[in-house]
């Protein structure tokens, strides 16, 4: 039997030590480093402070990204990122 991948993308936020986790599964890399952009894109929208503001950081690749307020990770961050998992 021919081992299968799944990908999945990880959401990992605290907004003002508010913490949440959000997973989607998906089976095609391209739809998940697509969310992973929208998620992205998103976020800019609904808190662009993050973004253009001083005080934050932004680590970003083709398939991640992390914003956290400089100093308060644990505080305010958005961390997205793809896991590829393999189906035996």
């Not at 299968?4 to 998940?32: C, H, M, P, W």
């Not at 969310?35 to 973004?51: A, G, L, M, Q, T």
């Not at 961050?77 to 035996?88: D, F, G, P, Q, Y």
Request: aromatic content about 12%; some cysteine; overall charge negative.
């Amino acid at each position: 039997m021919e081992n299968k991948e799944i990908y999945i993308v990880v959401q990992d936020s605290a907004y003002d030590l508010e913490s949440s986790v959000t997973i989607e599964g998906f089976v095609n890399r391209d739809d998940a480093v697509k969310r992973v952009n929208e998620i992205f894109e998103e976020d800019k929208k609904e808190n662009p402070h993050w973004y253009d503001g001083d005080g934050y950081v932004l680590e970003k690749s083709d398939e991640s990204f992390t914003v956290y307020e400089d100093g308060c990770y644990c505080d305010n961050h958005l961390e997205v990122n793809i896991r590829a998992i393999t189906l035996k």
